[in-house]
Nanobody, 126 residues
C-alpha cells in the first residue's frame, strides 16, 4: 500500500515562500503519476502540479511561474517550492499518486489519483 506524508506547511506573509515535502513509500514510479493539490474551505480540490512516469513536469496555469514541482528519487520525496505566496494560496495542500495515462496526469483531475497524504496547511496573511 502506497503511503504519502506531506510536511512543510505553515503561516507566512504575502510575498513569502514555503517548500512542501511529500515522503512516499512503496511507490513504483513506472506508470505512476505523482502530483500536488490544494483545497480551500468551500472550494473544490485543485490540481497544482504533476510529474508523470516519463518525468515530465507540469504546472497549473494558476500557479505557473510561482510554484515548482520536483522529485528526489533517491530520497523518495516530492517537493513543491512555492514562491511569491498570496493570501488566495491559503489552503490545505495534498500530495497524491496513482497509475494513469500521461494525458490524465497532465489534466490533474483529483478523481484519477488513488493514493493521498493527510495534507499540510498553508496560511498566507496579507
Amino acid at each position: 500500500q502506497v503511503q504519502l506524508a506531506e510536511s512543510g506547511g505553515g503561516s507566512v506573509e504575502s510575498g513569502g515562500f514555503l517548500r512542501l515535502s511529500c515522503a512516499a513509500s512503496k511507490v513504483a514510479y513506472a506508470g505512476v503519476c505523482i502530483g500536488w493539490f490544494r483545497q480551500a474551505p468551500g472550494k473544490e480540490r485543485e490540481g497544482l502540479a504533476s510529474i508523470d512516469s516519463d518525468w515530465r513536469h507540469r504546472h497549473a496555469d494558476s500557479v505557473k511561474g510561482r510554484f515548482f514541482v520536483s522529485v528526489d528519487i533517491a530520497e523518495k520525496t516530492m517537493y513543491l517550492q512555492m514562491n511569491s505566496l498570496k493570501p488566495e494560496d491559503t489552503a490545505m495542500y495534498y500530495c497524491a499518486a496513482g497509475e494513469m495515462s500521461h494525458d490524465s496526469c497532465a489534466r490533474m483531475g483529483a478523481s484519477a489519483f488513488r493514493f493521498w497524504g493527510q495534507g499540510t496547511q498553508v496560511t498566507v496573511s496579507s
